[in-house]
């Protein structure tokens, strides 16, 4: 029987660090369902996240993120996965530390390259030189994921379960998370 999950789980992270495959695995290891914020945000916008940036810009789709984060932390506990500039906010964090547990999947820019360079899916990679525009969004945002409450660092050969076993393991090791452990 998979552990009770007492706190949401938020995983946070670059794009291509695993966020939606693993928080799938890892919602169904922990029998609780899995949440996308960008895809609650598509539903309620009725227009993919490409779409909201161009029509409204980033701070729009920012503000909406937050609201959503918000609305899936105040529900039951959950494996929510978030866009990779969701935890640049200083309230989101707040409220992710707050209502939940910050978990960063932690992978290198080679393997996140190789992830997401032929996807037409990431709306700030639409530049001229997408290598190096995630390369400066990776230099910006890994001192702000370290500020998560747990990282797990990715490795190329590990599987997607594999991933999410190792995602347990650390949320075990920092405590608080599971039911069993409060008994404990």
Known sequence: MPPKLTRTIVLVGM??????????ALARTLGV?????????????QMSVAEIFARDGEPFFRA?????IARLLSGPP????????????????EMIARL???VWLQAGLELLWQRVRHKNTRPLLRT????????????TREPVYALAQV?????????????AQKVVEALRARGGVFEEERDA
């Open 15 to 24: 794009m291509g660090a695993g966020k939606t495959a693993v928080g799938t």
């Open 33 to 45: 369902p899995f949440l996308d914020s960008d895809e609650e945000i598509v539903k309620a916008a």
């Open 64 to 68: 909406r993120e937050s609201e959503v």
């Open 78 to 93: 959950a494996v929510v996965s978030t866009g990779g500039g969701a935890f640049m906010s200083a309230a989101n964090r």
């Open 100 to 102: 939940g547990v910050s």
């Open 128 to 139: 001229a030189d997408p290598k190096r525009t995630l390369s400066e969004l990776f230099e």
């Open 151 to 163: 990282a797990v660092g990715a490795e190329p050969g590990l599987s997607i379960e594999d991933m």
